[in-house]
C-alpha cells in the first residue's frame, strides 16, 4: 500500500459514489414525499441503461445525446406509475403495500426487458467509455468523470429546485409534513406524482453511467435496489443530502478498505460501519425521526 | 389456552403430519418405482438461474437442456415415453434452490431431475434431491465442495474446476526462460468454483520462477471493481490470472486495465470469456483479442455429437460456433448421461440410476467421454486452455492436442 493508491482509491470512491448517489437521491426524494419505498428503483436504472443502449445500438445516439431522451421518457414512465398504481394505496398499510406493489412492477418490468433484450448481458459502449487521463501519476477513466460531471449538474439542478422554485418549497413543505402542506394549499397529490417522475427520471442517467461501467442484464437490479436501499438507510430515509454523502461514503469507505486491507474485507467494513451509525442513530446520519413519527 | 383452540392447534399439527406423510410417501412412489403408465410422458425437473446474478448461464443451461429433449423427443422420447422439462427459476438463490426441488419432487412429482447452474446452488439442490433418493446429475457444479459433502447421487458431467487452469500453468512454465514471464497477479472471487482452481495453478507457475506479486480475493459483489483491477495493474504483472464468475467480471476488469494503460501479456479469466456471444457483446469484438478461459469443450469441437449438437443450435438460436456458450453443451451432455442410464437401467428408478453412473460404465456425450468416479466426478475430460483469436474461439492448450491452435502469445493490445 502507499500513498497513492489510497489517494486513488478515494477519489474512485467520490467518483463511482457520486453516481450512486444520484440513484439514491431519487429513491430518497420518494421516499421523503410520498412515504414509499421504491424497490422498483433498481429496475428503472437497468430500464435507462437498456434504453440507452437502444439509442445507440440502433439508432448510433451517442450516450450523454441520449439522456435528452431518456431521462423525458423515465420521468414519463414515472408519472404512469405513480398514477396508475401507487396513488391508489391509501391508509396506514402504505409503506408496506408501496414495496409490494413496486416489487411486482419491478417483476413485469424485468420480464419484458428479459424477453425483449435476453438475459444476455451487454455493456454500453463509446469511444470514452474505455479511455482516461493521467492525474497525480495515475489514471482515471473518462466515464467515471463524466459520470461525476453528469452526477454534479443533476443534483445541483435537483437543488436549485428544491431551494429555488416554487414548486421545491412544496416538495419541501410535502417532505416536512404533509397534512400541514396540504393545509396551507400545497396539491401534495401533484408534487408527490412529479416527485415520483422526477426519482424515476435520475435513473436514466444513473443507468446510463452504470451500463457504461458494468455489464448487466435485467436481473442486475437486484444488485443495485440493495445498495441503493443501503445508502438511504444510512443517509437517513427521506434525506438528499443524506443519500448523497452516504452514497459517496458506501463506496469511498470500501474502495479505500479494499486497498489498505483487502477487496475481500471491503463490504463487511462498510456493513460495520452501517450497523455502527444505525445503533447511534438510528434514523441514520441526516434523518428527522420526528418528520416520520407524526 | 382455550379448549377450542387446543382443538385447533391439535388439528393443524395432525393435518401437516399427514401432509408431510402424503408428501414423502409419493415422492418416495415416484422416485422407487421406476415406472410410468404407457402413454404418459416422462417428467424431469430442473431449478435454473432465469434471473439474478447466473442468469445468463441458466439461460443457456435452459437452451442445452431444451435442445437436448427436444432432439430425444424426436428419437421418441425416453424409452417410449415423451419428454417433458419442468423448469423453474430459483433467481441464482441457494435458498431458493432447495424449495424448488423440494416443489419439484413434492408437488410436481418429477421422475428425474437435473442439476441447476453453478457450485454455489449444485450442493444445496444435491443434498435436497438426495433426501428423497433421487440422482442429481448436473453440468455446473464441479466444485471440490460439492463432491466433498458425503453425497452418493450427484454426477457432474462437466470438467472438475481443481484443475481447470492446470493446462495453462503448464504452458506458462514450459515457455523457454527468455519468454517466460517473470510476474504474475492473481484476483478471484470468494465462490467455490473460482478459489480452488488459483492454489493448484499457483503452486505449477511458482515451481517454474514466476513471481506472485498479487493474490488477493474479493467478494463475489463488490460496489466497485476498479480498485481491485487498479490494484492489479500498479503491480505490473506480466500475467493476470482471474478467478471469475461471470461475464460482468471479467468486463469489468477489463475496462479498468484498458483505463490504467495495462496490458499483461497473458490473461486468463475461469469464466465468463467462455460465454460465446454474451462475452463478445459485453466487452467488444476488438478487446476480446488474446483473453483466454479453461475448460472442456468449445464450439468448434471435432467431436461428432458436439457437431450435431453445434448445427442444431445454430439453426435454432443463430449465430456462429465460437458464440455457442459452453454451458449449452454441458445441459446437453446432462440429458445425454441420463438418456444412457435410463436406457442401461430400462426405467426410471433413481436407485437404479445412481448404482448404474456409478459402475465405471463410459457414456459417450457433446462434452466427449463421461465416466464417474465414486465421488460422481468425470474423470475423463481433458482440460484445455481456449482463446479469442479476432472473433474466433480457439483451442490452444495442451499444444499437443491435434486440434490446438497456436495460443497468441503476448495478448494483443485493447482495441477498444
Redesign the interface.
Do not use: C, M, R, Y
Given at each position: 500500500m502507499n500513498g497513492t493508491a489510497v489517494l486513488h482509491s478515494i477519489i474512485d470512491g467520490v467518483l463511482t459514489g457520486s453516481v450512486y448517489a444520484l440513484m439514491a437521491t431519487g429513491l430518497t426524494l420518494i421516499f421523503g414525499v410520498m412515504n414509499i419505498i421504491n424497490v422498483a428503483q433498481g429496475i428503472f436504472v437497468i430500464l435507462g441503461a437498456y434504453l440507452s443502449y437502444a439509442l445507440s445500438v440502433h439508432l448510433g445516439i451517442d450516450l450523454f445525446v441520449g439522456l435528452a431522451i431518456t431521462i423525458p421518457t423515465l420521468f414519463v414512465v414515472g408519472i404512469v406509475v405513480e398514477r396508475v398504481f401507487l396513488s391508489r394505496i391509501k391508509g396506514p398499510e402504505r409503506v408496506v403495500m408501496s414495496i409490494l406493489v413496486t416489487y411486482a412492477i419491478s417483476l413485469v418490468i424485468e420480464g419484458v426487458l428479459n424477453m425483449v433484450f435476453s438475459a444476455n448481458y451487454v455493456e454500453l459502449h463509446a469511444w470514452y467509455a474505455n479511455r482516461s487521463v493521467r492525474v497525480f501519476g495515475f489514471y482515471l477513466g473518462y466515464i467515471y468523470l463524466l459520470g461525476f460531471g453528469l452526477a454534479v449538474v443533476l443534483l445541483g439542478a435537483l437543488y436549485v429546485m428544491l431551494y429555488r422554485t416554487r414548486f421545491g418549497s412544496s416538495v419541501r413543505a410535502s417532505l416536512a409534513d404533509q397534512t400541514a402542506a396540504a393545509l396551507i394549499g400545497i396539491n401534495v397529490r401533484r408534487v408527490s406524482t412529479i416527485c415520483f417522475g422526477l426519482g424515476v427520471a435520475v435513473t436514466a442517467a444513473g443507468g446510463m453511467i452504470y451500463g457504461a461501467t458494468n455489464a448487466f442484464n435485467a436481473s442486475s437490479s437486484y444488485d443495485l435496489i440493495s445498495r441503493l436501499l443501503v445508502i438511504i438507510v444510512l443517509g437517513g430515509m427521506g434525506s438528499i443530502g443524506g443519500a448523497l454523502v452516504a452514497g459517496i461514503m458506501m463506496i469511498t469507505i470500501e474502495d479505500l478498505v479494499s486497498v489498505v486491507w483487502g477487496p475481500v474485507w471491503s463490504n463487511l467494513a462498510f456493513f460495520l460501519i452501517l450497523v455502527v451509525v444505525l445503533s447511534l442513530r438510528p434514523q441514520g446520519l441526516f434523518g428527522k425521526p420526528s418528520v416520520r413519527v407524526a | 389456552m382455550t379448549g377450542k383452540r387446543r382443538l385447533f392447534r391439535a388439528f393443524g399439527v395432525v393435518s401437516i403430519t399427514l401432509a408431510s406423510l402424503a408428501t414423502v410417501s409419493t415422492s418416495s412412489g415416484a422416485s422407487g418405482s421406476g415406472t410410468i403408465a404407457k402413454g404418459h410422458p416422462v417428467l424431469i425437473g430442473a431449478s435454473l438461474s432465469?434471473?439474478?446474478?447466473f442468469?445468463?448461464d441458466?439461460?443457456a443451461f435452459q437452451q442445452g437442456y431444451k435442445l437436448w429433449a427436444a432432439d430425444q423427443n424426436k428419437k421418441g422420447g425416453l424409452l417410449g415415453h415423451k419428454i417433458e422439462l419442468k423448469i423453474i427459476s430459483d433467481?441464482?438463490s441457494p435458498t431458493q434452490v432447495v424449495t424448488n426441488y423440494q416443489a419439484l419432487i413434492s408437488n410436481d412429482h418429477v421422475n428425474l431431475t437435473f442439476g441447476p447452474f453453478s457450485s454455489l446452488l449444485t450442493l444445496p439442490a444435491a443434498r435436497t434431491v438426495n433426501r428423497y433418493g433421487y440422482a442429481m446429475v448436473e453440468g455446473a457444479g464441479g466444485a471440490p465442495s460439492v463432491f466433498q459433502a458425503g453425497l452418493h447421487n450427484v454426477f457432474d458431467a462437466a470438467l472438475p474446476v481443481a484443475n481447470g487452469l492446470v493446462p495453462f500453468a503448464q504452458w506458462l512454465a514450459s515457455l523457454p526462460a527468455s519468454q517466460r514471464p517473470k510476474t504474475i497477479a492473481y484476483?478471484t472471487s470468494?465462490d467455490p468454483f473460482t478459489e480452488p482452481q488459483i492454489p493448484v495453478a499457483e503452486k505449477i507457475i511458482k515451481a517454474a520462477g514466476i513471481k506472485t506479486v498479487y493474490y488477493?480475493?474479493?467478494?463475489a459483489?463488490?460496489?466497485?471493481y476498479?480498485?481491485?483491477a487498479?490494484?492489479v495493474a500498479?503491480t505490473n504483472a506480466q500475467v493476470v490470472i482471474l478467478g471469475s464468475v461471470?461475464?460482468?467480471t471479467v468486463?469489468?476488469f477489463m475496462?479498468?486495465f484498458?483505463?490504467?494503460?495495462y496490458n499483461p501479456r497473458a490473461f486468463i479469466a475461469t469464466a465468463g470469456p467462455d460465454?460465446g456471444?454474451?462475452f463478445l457483446?459485453?466487452?467488444?469484438a476488438g478487446?476480446s483479442n488474446g483473453v483466454m478461459v479453461p475448460n472442456a469443450w468449445y464450439g468448434g469441437s471435432s467431436n461428432p455429437e458436439s457437431k450435431t449438437m453445434v448445427a442444431e443450435f445454430i439453426k435454432k438460436y443463430g449465430g456462429t460456433a465460437s458464440e455457442v456458450n459452453a454451458d449449452v453443451a454441458e445441459a446437453y451432455a446432462v440429458g445425454q448421461v441420463i438418456t444412457a442410464a435410463v436406457k442401461a437401467t430400462g426405467g426410471f428408478n433413481n436407485a437404479k440410476i445412481i448404482t448404474y453412473l456409478h459402475s465405471g460404465v463410459t457414456i459417450q456425450s457433446v462434452l466427449g467421454a463421461v465416466k464417474f468416479n465414486n465421488l460422481g466426478e468425470n474423470n475423463q475430460p481433458t482440460a484445455y486452455t481456449f482463446q479469442w483469436q479476432g472473433a474466433k474461439f480457439v483451442e490452444v492448450n495442451p499444444a499437443t492436442d491435434p486440434g490446438a491452435t497456436k495460443i497468441l502469445f503476448p495478448k494483443p493490445a485493447?482495441k477498444?
Open positions: - | 432465469l434471473s439474478g446474478d442468469s445468463g441458466g439461460d433467481a441464482s484476483a470468494t488477493k480475493t474479493f467478494p459483489e463488490p460496489s466497485d476498479t480498485t481491485i487498479d490494484a500498479a461471470d461475464v460482468p468486463s469489468a475496462q479498468a484498458e483505463q490504467a494503460h460465454q456471444k454474451t457483446s459485453a466487452v467488444g478487446n485493447w477498444n
